[in-house]
Structure formats: structure tokens, C-alpha cells
């Protein structure tokens, strides 16, 4: 028996004692395979998956890594038959591999017969292949590749692809005063004697001037982690720079591109960045929302337009299929709608980059993104951002207050339903808001929540102006333009602010309500904090909960993601701001 801080149980549940000192170097290492369930104060709780697991193997890691892992860590000896578990699960990524050949194409290959019989033998997975080239080799019909992929990680039999993909267009990309390794190992041609930081814009640009700028280390091994595996998911925190990612890999790719976005505004900053990072112009970026549809060497469409149906058909989702993309970028991956993931089971030949703050899918969904996007290929955990100043510090408190007792009637009497609702937009709850602005007179604050009449009536009392997602996009431009120029200190927005917005003077949060126990929305809320502040200043996310009530389980719930990333909330009473 060892002081380690890991207790490593047969039911594959691990716990770890948060105030070891060796607590933040076993985190870190977890976070390559296991998965956090639940944060508490003094003892977290992960489970190791079989996607985790998984994951661990497309990332270069193999079953004797995690193994010393738990070895190294745990305080008591590991279950022998859970190591055993471990190291054949992560064997059977890869059994199957999914390859070209000169001959017959697209084919599955395995080095055991009998796991291609077996997998062969399953209906759905029969349908999607052809002849039998030999008894290690099967062919695959050509646009079936995404679908065998997620069906084959159903059966447990995740497969490696190796099949290639194609060029795409051709199309020069550079990124503006920086060096990049490109793929093939060679440096491009670009200066790097850039002093500017390498966070993503706050203003829509209008010309192309390079301002001197370098990639950050974790950004180019981003990059270069992502071109070694051809495909995958980049997890990198709010403000540290997921677009700079995004137009790093698509100078290395030097194709046409197509950027999937999750709103028009989100569209608009994407264009900006690329505008003042690359060497592309106005007419070589299209955006193609339900305001404009052009198609350019580089497009960026929003989720929404691409699942518009028409007479029964997703159009537009096939318009965009018919071209000869080199590359696809998903922004905010863990966001993707279920006729996304059909898009890109059939684009599989296409390299494909996910970029996301948190892998978190609240539908579970994770396994499709694993399947069809790829696998996980880059991670940095928040803290380890924030401590070399690039992502602002945030102190996390959460506000408690009571519930009347006409509320806590109405509430004990209330259906399931309802309970949330009622207890989410207590009236106690505007008071404390209205209390906790007046406590920053000089901060530029976001009040973010989920009901409009909520939302609605705290714009009123604090006189702020309200964005929801009825606002005209050229009024929420209007109004994030004045909020980042000064001229506004408080904006009241609805869940539309959840995603892809880039408010870098936004230095306080206060949350009155959300998706009830979204452990995603909790992150990008918080998210829109981070931006580093000219004075150093640290952000402040205060969310607001009603004690003795579902609100504050499903509180509970919101907080795990952070928890995991090194946050923690301090609890304070409502009455303490009087």
C-alpha cells in the first residue's frame, strides 16, 4: 500500500482525494481516459469507458500507460482483473482498420477472422459491405464509411482508419507572420517575429493588415497532433484561441474549406479572424446563413441553415456535400445536430477538425463524435491555460437564497414539470441580481438565464438592454459592439450567448437560470468570461440558486465539468449582500 491519491475499485469507479498533494498530477493524467462523474468537495469520482479507453488509443496512448497510471497513483493495489479489462479493451482498437486498396477500393481489414465474422455477420453492419477479397479482407461500399465506423464502435469494435483522404481543391492558405509546420514537417515561409497574442478577435475587421502574432505552443501541437492523426476533436478552454486552431490547420491543408458554425454572428467573428490572421480576402471568405448563401474557396455556414428542410429534404445540407472540400471545420463539435452527424458520415473521405471547450454531449452522443468527427487529438485542461496567463482567472461563487413561504407551497404542490420553472425564476432571484450588479459598479457584466419573462423583467429593473433569439442579428451586433466598446456595462441575454461569442471585456457573469443540469452550457457560460483582462483582474461567475429545491441539484450537476477542470464554487447566502 502506497499515500497515493487514487482509490482504483473492480466496478471501474475511481475516486481521488482532492487535497493530496499529488491530486493535480494524477488529474491530469485521468484526463486522458476516464471520465469524471462526480466533484464534490474532497473526493472526485471518474469511471473508465470503454470510449475513454478508446479515446486514450487514437491519442498514442496504449493500455501500459493508463495501467502505470493507476499503479503510480493508487493508494491501495489495482483489482488485477480490472487491469486485464483495461488492456483488452484498448486492444481491440485498431483490430479492424478500414484501408484503401489499389484493387477493390475501400475495404476492412482484420488480423483475426473471426472478430471480421463476427462483425460481418450483424445486419446493419452487412448491408454496408460487399465481396470477401480474402478471409482477413472485406469490401466496403464507398459512402458507407461514417456509417460502418459508428455502427462498428457500437458492436465494440472501434475501427482504425486508415483509408486516406482526398485533396480537395486546391487552395493557398497562409497564416500571416508566423511559422507553421505544415504536414509534411517543412516550415512555411512566414516570419516569426511575432510579439501579439494569439486569442481569437473581439471586433469584426474590414481590412486584411497583418498585425504581428505567433501561434502559442499548445496551439501548434494542437495543430500538429491533428495532422498526424488526419482527423479528431481539438478540447481547448473558452478564450484560448480555438479559431487560431482552426485557420493554423487550414493553412496547413492549403484547400478549399468549409467552417460549420452555430450562428450567424459566430460566423461573422470567424471571418474576422481569418481576415486578420491569413492571407485571405473578403471575396475568397463566403458565409452561407439565412441572411446570405455564398459559396467561396472558404465557406462558413451555420448549423441552422444546413438543417433546413424543404418538401422533406435537407437541401442546402446537400448543395454544401457536392463540393470538393480539402477540409472541414466544426466549431463547437459537442453542439452538433443529429442531420450534421449524416453530413459527415458521408464526407468521411474529407478531413475533418471538431473544435469544442468541452467534449460534454448531453444526449450522449459522444460515441458519433468519436466515430465520424474522430477521436479526441488535443486537450488542455483549463488551468494549465489560465496559469500561463492566457486564459483570465475566474472565482466561481454560487448565491443561495430562499424561496418564500407562499413559493415553497406553490413549489410542494407543483408537478415535476413545473418545480424547475418556478423555483428558476423566483422573484428572490432579480433582488440578488439586481444586487450583485450594483456590487461591480465598474465591470462590464453579463446577466444570463433561461426564461424570457425572467430575463424580460431584470432588463427592466436594471434598465439593460435584453438579447434573446427574436433580436435582429444586426441588433445583436449593435448591441456586443457597444457592450465591447464601453458604451453599454450590462447586457441581459438569453441562452443565444451560450455559444461562440467573443466579449473579451466581459468580467463578470451572473447566472439566474439554466438548461437545467447542462454541465456544457455551464462551461460556455463561464466561457464568456475568459478572456484575459488588460489589468489581470480576475472574472467573477456568480450563479444564483434556490436553496432546498431541484434548482440547486441540478446546480450540482452544472458545476461537475468545471469541478473537473480545477474550478471551484464558493458558497455564500444571499443575505450576505445586503
Known amino acids: 500500500m502506497t499515500d497515493g491519491p487514487l482509490i482504483v475499485q473492480s466496478d471501474k469507479t475511481i475516486l481521488l482525494e482532492v487535497a493530496h498533494p499529488q491530486a493535480d498530477d494524477a488529474r491530469h493524467a485521468l484526463a486522458s481516459f476516464a471520465d469524471l462523474e462526480r466533484a464534490p468537495e474532497h473526493m ?109 464502435l457500437q458492436a465494440g469494435w472501434p475501427a482504425e482508419d486508415l483509408a486516406g483522404y482526398v485533396d480537395g481543391t486546391a487552395h493557398l492558405i497562409a497564416l500571416t507572420d508566423t511559422v507553421l509546420t505544415d504536414t509534411a514537417g517543412a516550415e512555411t515561409a512566414l516570419t516569426d517575429t511575432a510579439v501579439a497574442d494569439s486569442g481569437d478577435l473581439t471586433k469584426e475587421s474590414t481590412t486584411n493588415t497583418p498585425t504581428p502574432w505567433t501561434l502559442r505552443p499548445y496551439q501548434r501541437q494542437a495543430v500538429e497532433n491533428f495532422w498526424a492523426g488526419g482527423s479528431g476533436v481539438v478540447v481547448l478552454p473558452c478564450g484560448a484561441g480555438k479559431t487560431i486552431v482552426g485557420a493554423a490547420a487550414m493553412a496547413a491543408s492549403g484547400t478549399t474549406v468549409l467552417i460549420l458554425v452555430t450562428n450567424t454572428i459566430s460566423a461573422r467573428q470567424w471571418k474576422a479572424e481569418l481576415l486578420k490572421r491569413t492571407t485571405l480576402t473578403e471575396h475568397e471568405i463566403g458565409e452561407y446563413s439565412g441572411a446570405l448563401k455564398e459559396l467561396r474557396p472558404v465557406t462558413i455556414a451555420t448549423y441552422q441553415v444546413l438543417t433546413t428542410r424543404r418538401n422533406g429534404l435537407f437541401t442546402h445540407l446537400d448543395l454544401l456535400n457536392d463540393h470538393d472540400w480539402g477540409l472541414l471545420i466544426y466549431d463547437e463539435v459537442h453542439l452538433l445536430p443529429a442531420p450534421i452527424f449524416r453530413m459527415t458520415a458521408d464526407l468521411q473521405a474529407r478531413r475533418r477538425l471538431g473544435l469544442t471547450a468541452t467534449l460534454v454531449r448531453e444526449d450522449g452522443r459522444e460515441g458519433e463524435v468519436f466515430a465520424l468527427i474522430g477521436p479526441k487529438r488535443y486537450d488542455a485542461p483549463w488551468k494549465d491555460i489560465e496559469a500561463q496567463g492566457h486564459i483570465a482567472p475566474a472565482d466561481c461563487v454560487e448565491v443561495r437564497v430562499d424561496l418564500s413561504r407562499a413559493e415553497r407551497l406553490a413549489y410542494a404542490t407543483a408537478d415535476d414539470g413545473g418545480r424547475y420553472r418556478m423555483c428558476a425564476t423566483s422573484p428572490a432571484k432579480s433582488v440578488v441580481a439586481q444586487a450583485l450588479v ?17 430575463l424580460e423583467g431584470l432588463a427592466a429593473a436594471l434598465q439593460a438592454p435584453l438579447i434573446t433569439g427574436s433580436t435582429s442579428v444586426k441588433e445583436r451586433q449593435r448591441l456586443f459592439d457597444e457592450f465591447r466598446q464601453g458604451r453599454i456595462s450590462v447586457l441581459v441575454v438569453s441562452k443565444v450567448a451560450n455559444f461562440s461569442l467573443d466579449l473579451p471585456e466581459a468580467s463578470v457573469a451572473i447566472q439566474v437560470s439554466g438548461a437545467f443540469g447542462s454541465r456544457q452550457e455551464e462551461a460556455q457560460r463561464l466561457g464568456r468570461l475568459m478572456r484575459p483582462k488588460a489589468d489581470g483582474r480576475t472574472a467573477r461567475f456568480y450563479t444564483v440558486v434556490a436553496r432546498d429545491t431541484v434548482d440547486a441539484d441540478f446546480a450540482a450537476k452544472r458545476q461537475r465539468f468545471l469541478a473537473e477542470q480545477g474550478y471551484a464554487y464558493r458558497i455564500m447566502d444571499a443575505q450576505e449582500l445586503d
Not at 47 to 72: K, Q, S
Open 44 to 152: 472526485h469520482s471518474y469511471r473508465i469507458t470503454p470510449l475513454g479507453l478508446w479515446n486514450a488509443r487514437a491519442a498514442g496512448h496504449d493500455a501500459e500507460h493508463v495501467v502505470d497510471t493507476l499503479l503510480r497513483f493508487s493508494r491501495y493495489p489495482v483489482p488485477h482483473p480490472l487491469l486485464l479489462d483495461i488492456a483488452e479493451t484498448m486492444a481491440r482498437y485498431g483490430r479492424l482498420r478500414l484501408e484503401k486498396d489499389p484493387t477493390h477500393g475501400l475495404v476492412l481489414r482484420s488480423d483475426d477472422e473471426l472478430i471480421l465474422e463476427e462483425v460481418a455477420h450483424g445486419k446493419k453492419v452487412a448491408a454496408l459491405l460487399g465481396a470477401r477479397v480474402d478471409p482477413l479482407t472485406v469490401v466496403v461500399h464507398g459512402p458507407a464509411r461514417g456509417e460502418l465506423k459508428a455502427l462498428l
Open 438 to 454: 450594483a456590487s461591480h459598479p465598474d465591470e462590464q457584466i453579463l446577466v444570463i438565464g433561461q426564461y424570457l419573462d425572467q
